[in-house]
T-cell receptor, first 114, second 114 residues
Framework: DGGITQSPKYLFRKEGQNVTLSCEQN?????MYWYRQDPGQGLRLIYY???????QKGDIAEGYSVSREKKESFPLTVTSAQKNPTAFYLC?????????????FGDGTRLSIL | GEDVEQSLFLSVREGDSSVINCTYT??????LYWYKQEPGAGLQLLTY?????DMKQDQRLTVLLNKKDKHLSLRIADTQTGDSAIYFCAESINSGAGSYQLTFGKGTKLSVIP
């Protein structure tokens, strides 16, 4: 079955530590996205990528970094510069270049601070 | 800038109809989407409507679009306890070079009372 896999489901970060969230898709989608979800805040876009080796900042990129070395993979690193990282992180993917371009989501990673 | 607004909570009795409302601001929206999020999970695409339509029906779901008022609604007929979830409205906007970004509302939490 095609889909998006996020891992781990739960992640804990110590103060001053960087952590990396994994996102893999086998839908052959060109575009991938990372969102942060806080209670009552909806989804906020962190980074997105429309093609391998290229990515753009979203609305809340500070304290985060990404890479897109392969079409299937778009890992997100939460750096120690992100002072309030506790949230639910969602990865999504979509086709690119068409008007009908719904995003398909993974099951999320919940990040907490120790 | 774009903004999508939804009421945060809705409570209905099992068997009644639920109506979830959404307003958006960008008149150049192409597609509008409804997503469902169950606890601890990612977003699942429920249905969508193209901006030149005013209604779309899909089994128990009816989407109504009033483009003049920039108002979108999702009606769920014969609401079941399994429909309890958060529902997100999203508008798709052409951000140039073949890219269509989604802007999400903050979500409406639907609670179904048995």
């Amino acid at each position: 079955d095609g889909g998006i896999t996020q891992s781990p489901k739960y992640l804990f970060r110590k103060e001053g530590q960087n952590v990396t969230l994994s996102c893999e898709q086998n839908l052959n989608h060109d575009a991938m996205y990372w969102y942060r979800q806080d209670p009552g805040q909806g989804l906020r876009l962190i980074y997105y990528s429309q093609i391998v080796n290229d990515f753009q900042k979203g609305d809340i990129a500070e304290g985060y970094s990404v890479s897109r070395e392969k079409k299937e993979s778009f890992p997100l690193t939460v750096t120690s510069a992100q002072k309030n990282p506790t949230a639910f992180y969602l990865c999504a993917s979509s086709t690119f270049g068409q008007r009908f371009q719904p995003q398909h989501f993974g099951d999320g990673t919940r990040l907490s601070i120790l | 800038g774009e903004d999508v607004e939804q009421s945060l909570f809705l409570s209905v009795r099992e068997g009644d109809s639920s109506v979830i409302n959404c307003t958006y601001t960008d008149s150049s929206s192409t597609y509008l989407y409804w997503y469902k999020q169950e606890p601890g999970a990612g977003l699942q695409l429920l249905t969508y409507i193209f901006s030149n339509m005013d209604m779309k029906q899909d089994q128990r779901l009816t989407v109504l679009l009033n483009k003049k008022d920039k108002h979108l609604s999702l009606r769920i007929a014969d609401t079941q306890t399994g429909d309890s979830a958060i529902y997100f409205c999203a508008e798709s906007i052409n951000s140039g070079a073949g890219s269509y970004q989604l802007t999400f509302g903050k979500g409406t939490k639907l609670s179904v009372i048995p």
